[in-house]
């Protein structure tokens, strides 16, 4: 079955711990994207990535990181988590970057950060 | 101002009625308009894209553009109980880049 794959699902953790969300997709897709969403203000894209090894900023870049070492991994870093960066975060792929196909979403991860 | 800005709701309709979600956007450079379908607990699921101008009609669902007024809508007919969920749109800017609105909540009663 064709999917996009988020772990862990819920995470509850303190600020300025390290973590790690991570999104897999099994249909050799090109394109990757992270998006958080928060009530009133819709879902905010934070990084995409066009292919391996290339990534760049959406609009909420701040206090993340992510690599794109394989095709399939696009993992979300929040290096030293705040209180603020609680939400609900989206992982998305299509086949490839710059074409109008639809986006495939992963069912979410909700973060909370104390 | 935000590149779209979406009516918030929450909708709540009785089955059968025509439901009408609409979207403003601010750069008239857009040329693609998209509206995502998100059920509780599940991430978005792409409903309908059209480009430029006029409307477009899949089933049920007619989506429109007025670049004119910078305003995009979807339509809803016959509405179902199963059409209850958040309706998102959504703009993508060379197809990398998408500035989603904030969507608005519709509750489709039997």
């Known amino acids: 079955e064709a999917q996009v794959t988020q772990n862990p699902r819920y995470l509850i953790t303190v600020t300025g711990k390290k973590l790690t969300v991570t999104c897999s997709q099994n249909?050799?897709?090109?394109?990757m994207s992270w998006y958080r969403q928060d009530p009133g203000l819709g879902l905010r894209q934070i990084y995409y990535?066009?292919?391996?090894?290339?990534?760049d900023k959406g609009d909420v870049p701040e206090g993340y990181k992510v690599s794109r070492k394989e095709k399939r991994n696009f993992p979300l870093i929040l290096e030293s988590p705040s209180p603020n960066q609680t939400s609900l975060y989206f992982c998305?792929?299509?086949?490839?970057?710059?074409?109008?196909?639809?986006?495939?979403f992963g069912d979410g991860t909700r973060l909370s950060i104390l | 101002q935000k590149e779209v800005e979406q009516d918030p709701g929450p909708l709540s309709v009785p089955e059968g009625a025509i439901v009408s979600l609409n979207c403003t956007y601010s750069?008239?450079?857009?040329?693609?308009f998209m509206w995502y379908r998100q059920y509780s607990r599940k991430g978005p699921e792409l409903l309908m894209y059209?480009?430029?101008?006029g409307n477009k009609e899949d089933g049920r669902f007619t989506a429109q553009v007025d670049k004119s007024s910078k305003y995009i809508s979807l339509f809803i007919r016959d509405s179902q109980p199963s059409d209850s969920a958040t309706y998102l749109c959504?703009?993508?800017?060379?197809?990398?880049?998408?500035?989603f609105g904030s969507g608005t909540k519709l509750n489709v009663k039997p």
């Open positions: 998305a792929s299509k086949r490839e970057q710059g074409r109008d196909q639809p986006q495939h």
């Open positions: 249909m050799n897709h090109e394109y």
């Open positions: 990535s066009m292919n391996v090894e290339v990534t």
């Open positions: 750069n008239s450079a857009f040329q693609y």
């Open positions: 059209t480009y430029s101008s």
């Open positions: 959504a703009i993508p800017y060379n197809f990398n880049k998408f500035y």
